[in-house]
């Protein structure tokens, strides 16, 4: 799990998590992330190899901004000495820490080239693009392709054109997008939903939410997210048949 540089703010219970998504019909997915968190990628890939698992569910990811260190510049900085500093200088600890999630990752079909990655970017503008591809039905392609682009191409997500080209690759019209990027469109927005997720008691990520019900934390095993899944199917269930709200503790 990837957990950011500040808490500003005392975390609160976890119940306040069940406020995010409504299930109607399919079973929504709140997925709470970061772009620069290799834990999401991994977590990613975990909770698509569950929901493959049940296809007579129908399933609606919406991936929600979380900023693990909002005091990067806009224009990022050097990744070796963002992580010198983050880890007081410990190179072998840089060292193991990228070994374990690189073995991790290849479990999920992730090639984690972490020394093909120069600058750490802030990742503002990749939330905003998750935003608008949800409009676009592309939402989970964008954020595939993200972490695709960062992680393994070693690529600045940070920078327009990056996002814009991965924008056009996903269906979006990338001109338009990297015309919104110049602007402040919906920063304030995105700001908004990383302030309430912080608020809201997330100390890491990942973080999923399924079904308004039940709350997960970190990457876990499909195996895990299934026996969630089949629980938040079995309480859909249930108050369909009782008509009642179906209130149960998170996970």
């Known amino acids: 799990m990837c957990r950011p540089t500040r808490t500003k703010s005392r975390p609160r219970c976890c119940d306040d998590l069940r406020a995010v998504?409504?299930?109607?019909?399919?079973m929504q997915i709140d997925v709470i992330s970061d772009t620069v968190c290799p834990w999401c990628?991994?977590?990613?890939?975990?909770?698509?190899?569950?929901?493959?698992?049940?296809p007579g569910i129908a399933f609606d990811v919406k991936w929600r901004?979380?900023?693990?260190?909002?005091?990067?510049?806009?224009?990022?900085?050097?990744r070796q000495a963002y992580m010198r500093a983050k880890?007081?200088?410990?190179?072998?600890?840089?060292?193991?820490?990228?070994?374990?999630?690189a073995e991790e990752g290849a479990k999920d079909g992730i090639e984690f080239d972490f020394g093909a990655i120069a600058r750490?970017?802030?990742?503002?503008?990749?939330?905003?693009?998750?935003?608008?591809?949800?409009?676009?039905?592309?939402?989970?392609?964008?954020?595939?392709?993200?972490f695709i682009a960062y992680f393994e191409n070693g690529e600045d997500i940070g920078e327009i054109r990056v996002l814009a080209d991965i924008a056009d690759i996903c269906g979006m019209d990338g001109v338009e997008v990297a015309q919104m990027l110049e602007s402040d469109a919906d920063i304030a927005l995105v700001e908004r939903e990383d302030q309430i997720a912080h608020e809201m008691g997330v100390t890491g990520v990942p973080a999923m939410i399924f079904g308004n019900r039940l709350a997960v934390s970190g990457a876990r095993e499909p195996e895990l997210l299934l026996s969630v899944i089949d629980r938040v199917a079995e309480m859909a269930g249930q108050q369909d048949e009782t008509g009642g709200t179906g209130d149960a503790p998170d996970e």
């Open 120 to 146: 750490r970017p802030d990742t503002l503008d990749s939330h905003r693009l998750i935003r608008w591809a949800e409009a676009n039905g592309v939402q989970d392609d964008v954020v595939e392709r993200l």
């Open 21 to 26: 998504g409504q299930q109607v019909g399919a």
């Open 87 to 101: 880890f007081s200088d410990d190179r072998m600890k840089i060292v193991e820490m990228h070994k374990l999630i």
């Open 65 to 78: 901004p979380y900023r693990l260190d909002p005091t990067v510049p806009r224009g990022g900085m050097d």
């Open 41 to 54: 990628f991994i977590g990613k890939r975990r909770l698509m190899r569950a929901m493959e698992q049940r």
